[in-house]
């Protein structure tokens, strides 16, 4: 049976014969431990503070073939293009550049090593254009009738009626300057030689003033219709209503109003005066 043997007090080690052990101080792994704790952690803090602030690299972060340009971030919004098997990327709804895309002006070397600009396809081929003669800004006319070939239209008392070739004065007021339309310029008005108007007014045509009204130069205006050689003058403002002669007074009737088609059939010969 083993001795037992108590310990020594430690309240009076030097009388009872024990002394502590001074090698080391009391506490020391304890010690070790937490001085390798608080090392470490340092470390760790200092690590990841150097993290941190390493700058990123954007270059290293993007995707190849995902370069944006000006036009992509254009107004805050920003679009990723996908990129193509080549690398190269395309935005949407754009036309890569091509070698045959090149403007037809650029210059190329010329015999002596100097740019000339091409000459445009187009120039060539664009005649110069033979400047014509100006129309007369007036025609002088006589107006005869068809079935009365020896009667003229003619201004007798502020009308007009169809009368044979009498003395200078009648023929002069059987002359008329014809004019582009007051109202239509590609039909005709009729302007005697003192300065008036031949109009249908309640259907009779005869002479007056210009007035300037709409009425006036639609009533003065009328257009010429072919008809077997000769021509039917038409009213503007009445559409379907020709100038005819009845009893030698013209008037603006239907056509084939109670009477024979050549009423109403004119030619336009050489003035008279």
């Known amino acids: 049976m083993p001795d037992n043997k108590s310990r020594h007090s430690q309240e009076q080690p030097w009388e009872n014969g024990w002394a502590p052990d001074t090698s080391r101080a009391p ?3 304890r010690l070790w431990l937490a001085g390798g704790l608080a090392v470490a952690t340092i470390v760790a803090c200092v690590t990841a503070i150097a993290l941190n602030d390493k700058p990123v690299d954007d270059s290293s972060e993007a995707p190849q073939g995902q370069a944006l340009s000006d036009e992509e971030t254009e107004g805050g919004l920003i679009s990723f293009a996908t990129p193509s098997a080549s690398g190269s990327t395309t935005p ?23 740019s000339a600009p091409h000459a445009p396809a187009t120039a060539s081929a664009s005649p110069t254009k033979k400047p014509s003669s100006p129309e007369p800004a007036t025609i002088q006319r006589s107006v005869r009738s068809v079935n009365y070939p020896d009667r003229y239209w003619h201004v007798s008392g502020g009308l007009v009626r169809l009368d044979p070739v009498g003395g200078p004065e009648s023929r002069a007021d059987s002359t008329f300057t014809v004019v582009k339309g007051l109202a239509d310029s590609s039909c005709s008005t009729f302007v005697t030689a003192d300065g008036k108007y ?3 007014r309640d259907f009779v045509l005869r002479a007056e003033r210009n007035d300037g009204s709409t009425l006036f130069k639609q ?5 010429a219709v072919s008809s077997s050689g000769a021509v039917m003058l038409e009213s503007v403002n ?6 005819r002669h009845k009893n030698f007074a013209l008037r603006l009737d239907a056509y084939g109003y109670g009477s024979d088609y050549r009423d109403f059939s004119f030619n336009l010969v050489d003035g008279l005066a």
């Open 198 to 200: 031949l109009r249908h």
């Open 27 to 29: 506490g020391t792994r």
């Open 92 to 114: 949407a709804g754009k036309k890569s550049a091509s070698p045959s895309a090149s403007p037809k002006t650029s210059s190329s070397p010329g015999p002596q090593g100097s």
């Open 238 to 243: 009445y559409p379907g209503r020709f100038l």
């Open 219 to 223: 009533d003065a205006t009328f257009c």
